[in-house]
């Protein structure tokens, strides 16, 4: 990578770590949504009787039986948020690492 392109690539990362903290803000959102949904679930089935099992473990069986969609959507965002959090970091690393070859061609000049 030359100059030029260490340059070019530090002007335009700024931009896209901004884009990808409002996707890490959106995921989290997301999440937090979905999280409610299953709270919401899980109380509505909890106060309708549905659930009757005879002991702890069995009530939480039961709940989860009932709930199996709203948790691959907490799943699923819970991925999403994942690789939100991922792309981030990639992107501080490559600028990290594009400031340390600035300041060597600095010194090299």
Not at 39 to 62: M, P, Y
């Amino acid at each position: 990578m030359d100059k030029e392109k260490v340059i070019d690539r530090l002007f335009e990362l700024p931009g896209e770590i901004e884009l990808a903290e409002e996707n890490v803000i959106s995921a989290d959102r997301a999440l937090r949504s979905v999280k409610e949904l299953l709270q919401e679930a899980e109380d509505k089935l909890l106060t309708s009787n549905v659930i009757d099992g005879k002991n702890a473990e069995i009530r939480s069986a039961q709940l989860r039986s009932f709930t199996a969609q709203e948790r691959e959507l907490v799943t699923a965002a819970e991925y999403t948020l994942i690789r939100s959090k991922n792309q981030l970091s990639k992107l501080y690393n490559e600028l990290r690492a594009l400031q340390s070859i600035a300041d060597l061609l600095k010194g090299a000049a």
